[in-house]
């Protein structure tokens, strides 16, 4: 079992947000060309048995070459919105989440905006913490609707990172799908509802990493040559930081909610890594039932990894009224984080 909180207790929670909200809407979209293991063993040092033995991993999804992340958020922002019975017009915000934004600028958040025909609404992009982008995006979202001019917040997690994996990497290329997930929070009526509390902590590293392309190594033949625009990962460091930190941010969140992680009913955690997933849940003691898995399907999706296994929790109607859940996620940098919700 993981030690429980280090540090004292704060005021982060669902009772100390005057404002409940409620998930009332998700949606995801995968592209329609799925990559199976057989295929990457075609051009890759690897094996189906390889990459089911290491990672879960099964098949993935590839987006179009004439597509982008946003045509991935606008897809899935549709059945999201459907969901809630909203309209573009009733949304206050869009946040996207993701680390393979279309371009530099202007900002993807405002190109599904305006792909949306969203007129009001305000526009927010989270991109550097990879993975746990959806895990920022929501916490936003959630004090966002403490405004009271301000009932409907869509947050879409998406990524393409077949446009940021090297093809010849196979540390890389088996992990990554392509992926997006959409989550329509709106204010709810129902007193307790919402965030109950969140555990957000970091640690600088360079275990994953894109060098290229930014201030200090700006983008030049030589570096595109050099593939220092492609995502560079150390495995090994990423399973350490992953097991050390992740339970222990679920048992944080869950202490200052004033629960035991037995009486959380749902776990969508970061879809990175099936034995990863199964070593945080033995971990915790946690049923395998209790966490929807999605990663041997469609594979590492970065930012919407979480995401993907709250719609299948949501759209099966797992997740009740009542209900405690959470969602967990670390990405680059390392930066990890757990929110802990009640569901109206």
Known sequence: MTETLERPVLSHTGT???????????????PPDVIANEQLARTLDTSDEWIVARTGIRERRRLAP???????????????????????DDL????????????????????????LGCRRAITLDITQAAC???????LLAAHLLQNPSLSHVLVLAADCASRVTDPADRTTRVFFGDAAA??????SETTGAGLLSYDLASQLSYDVQIPGGGSRLPTTPQSTADGRHYLRMDGRAVWRAATEHLPRSITNAAVRAGLGVDQI???FLHQANLNLINQALSDLDVPRARAPITV???GNTGSAGAFTALHQG????ALRPGDTYVLTAIGAGFQWGTLCLRHA
């Not at 959409?182 to 204010?187: G, N, Q, T």
Request: glycine share 8%; net charge negative; proline share 7%.
């Open 16 to 30: 100390g947000l005057p404002v409940p909200f409620a998930v009332t809407g998700t949606g995801i979209h995968l």
């Open 265 to 267: 009913q749902h776990f």
């Open 182 to 187: 959409a989550v329509v929070l709106s204010r």
């Open 132 to 138: 746990a982008n959806g895990i920022q995006a929501v």
């Open 296 to 298: 041997d399907r469609i």
């Open 314 to 317: 949501y759209a099966s109607g």
């Open 66 to 88: 004439e597509l982008a992340t946003s045509d991935m958020c606008v897809a899935a922002a549709y059945p999201a919105l459907a969901a809630a019975g909203l309209g573009p």
């Open 92 to 115: 206050d915000a869009i946040i996207v989440a993701t680390y393979t934004w279309d371009q530099p600028l202007p900002s993807t958040a405002l190109i599904v905006k305006d792909a």
